[in-house]
């Protein structure tokens, strides 16, 4: 089951920041907060993960708040073919290994 | 070259049919899987398999049973086909190794888009 809730849609200016928020309330000290989106038709496409720290990398930024129960994603520079669905997963673990579930996720929407 | 490949990229079949979807991966990992995401846009893990093995095999009848042959495809059959079963199938892979407490980000296939008349 899904652990973390998000706005169901969301739209941004092209050009502009992009900031898409999660809640993960119930998370645990030792799970990590991931992003992925789908862009339409398209298989899910990671993005970043981060479990306490910031992290940055070529796609996206990961803000997640000191007492870990919420996050944010940030595009800096949103453009049209960043629209999707982002969806924010905290991992479950099974046997061992991980199994992401997913959410129901943002939908975002760049606008021209 | 296409990382997760996945064929058909559409099938369409009659109630009670038996089909195959297959699923190939080039990226050298040794963990594959199995989603279903259904008309509601809900993407769930169906199956899991690492090295040959199955390690994730959620609540999915037992009409539908994934042969791993080797570790770069993961096949998934589907047996007496029902008009529930009507989905878009993401095959996906990573790489867990023996590190399965860290993270490993999943590449996904593009899909199969199931439909059953």
């Known amino acids: 089951d899904a652990k973390t809730t998000q706005p169901p849609s969301m739209d941004c200016a092209e050009g502009r920041a992009a900031n898409l928020p999660c809640n993960h309330s119930t998370i645990s000290g030792n799970e990590y907060v991931y992003w992925y989106r789908q862009i339409h038709s398209q298989g899910p496409q990671y993005i970043i993960h981060g479990l306490k720290n910031n992290e940055t990398n070529e796609m996206a930024s990961l803000i997640i708040t000191e007492d870990r129960k919420s996050s944010t994603l940030i595009l800096p520079h949103a453009t049209l073919r960043d629209t999707a669905v982002y969806y924010c997963i905290v991992r479950v673990d099974s046997g061992g290994y991980q199994k992401v579930t997913f959410g129901t996720g943002t939908k975002l929407q760049v606008i021209p | 070259d296409t990382a997760v490949s996945q064929t058909p990229k559409y099938l369409v079949t009659q109630m009670g049919n038996d089909k195959s979807i297959k699923c190939e991966q080039n990226?050298?990992?040794?963990?594959m899987y199995w989603y279903k995401q259904d008309s509601k846009k809900f993407l769930k893990i169906m199956f899991s398999?690492?090295?040959?093995?199955?390690?994730i095999n959620e609540t999915v009848p037992n009409r539908f049973s994934p042969k791993s042959p080797d570790k770069a495809h993961l096949n998934l059959h589907i047996n007496s086909l029902e008009l529930g079963d009507s989905a878009v199938y993401f095959c996906a892979s990573s790489q867990v190794g023996s590190r399965r407490s860290s993270y490993n980000e999943q590449f996904f296939g593009p899909g199969t888009r199931l439909t059953v008349l």
């Open positions: 990226l050298g990992h040794d963990t």
């Open positions: 398999y690492n090295n040959k093995e199955l390690i």
